[in-house]
């Protein structure tokens, strides 16, 4: 199986500052059609999972452009430019390319 | 709205049985695959397994493969999830989600599932 290593675990950030999250995967992610099945999702506390960022850039409807996703291969970033105190969570990057899915431990991102 | 609706969950024994129900609204619902992931409490997300929207294929996570089966009735807009031989380790919030192209674009509210004696 793909292990995905997301770091930090844990990642306070003042309100309107930037915040980095990586994800590196055991082995490349780029499928055999092109494309590169890593996403990322954002669940607030009680709440279900929601869809950020799919194949690695690409922002889901309604998401802010704050919001942005980078990488190739086995080392991808999802960056939040000004963070907002709605922003407060935990962070998963999630692969598909190689079934099973897998996902990685996760970020918390909170406010100092 | 695209809208998932997980049901079934509840408390069950150990080496009991359990079928989850996901509810499909607001989109073509035979047109698209769905996952099950599940979140035990206070853990992150476990992927468990995915139905493609004519049904005729599905993958398990090795966790799972030969105690959970998924299904899905097209007409009704439903996928099941039947649990059995369940464990502690089951124990866990349950979500249905839509694959749009190998993301998991839209999620259900989650079905707890708690496995006690």
């Known amino acids: 199986d793909i292990v995905m290593t997301q770091t930090p675990l844990s990642s306070p950030v003042t309100l309107g500052q930037s915040a980095s999250i990586s994800c590196r995967s055991s082995e490349s992610l780029v499928h055999t059609d092109g494309n590169t099945y890593l996403s990322w999702l954002h669940q607030r506390p009680g709440q279900p999972p929601r869809l950020l960022i799919y194949?690695?850039?690409n922002r889901f409807s309604g998401v802010p452009d704050r919001f942005s996703g980078s990488g190739a291969g086995t080392d991808f970033t999802l960056k939040i430019s000004w963070v907002e105190a709605e922003d407060v969570g935990v962070y998963y990057c999630m692969q598909a390319t190689k079934f099973p899915v897998t996902f990685g431990g996760g970020t918390k991102v909170e406010i100092k | 709205q695209v809208q998932l609706v997980e049901s079934g969950g509840g408390v069950v024994q150990p080496g009991g049985s359990l079928r989850l129900a996901c509810a499909a609204s607001?989109?073509?619902?035979?047109?698209?695959?769905i996952h099950w992931v599940r979140q035990a409490p206070g853990k992150g997300l476990e992927w468990l397994v995915l139905i493609t929207h004519v049904g005729g294929n599905d993958w398990y996570a090795d966790s799972v493969k030969g105690r959970f089966t998924i299904s899905r009735d097209n007409p009704k807009n439903r996928v099941y999830l039947h649990m059995s031989s369940l464990t502690s380790e089951d124990t866990a919030v349950y979500y249905c989600a839509r694959d749009q192209g190998l993301h998991l674009d839209y999620w259900g509210q989650g079905s707890l599932v708690t496995v006690s004696s």
């Open positions: 194949k690695i850039s």
């Open positions: 607001g989109f073509a619902f035979s047109r698209y695959d």
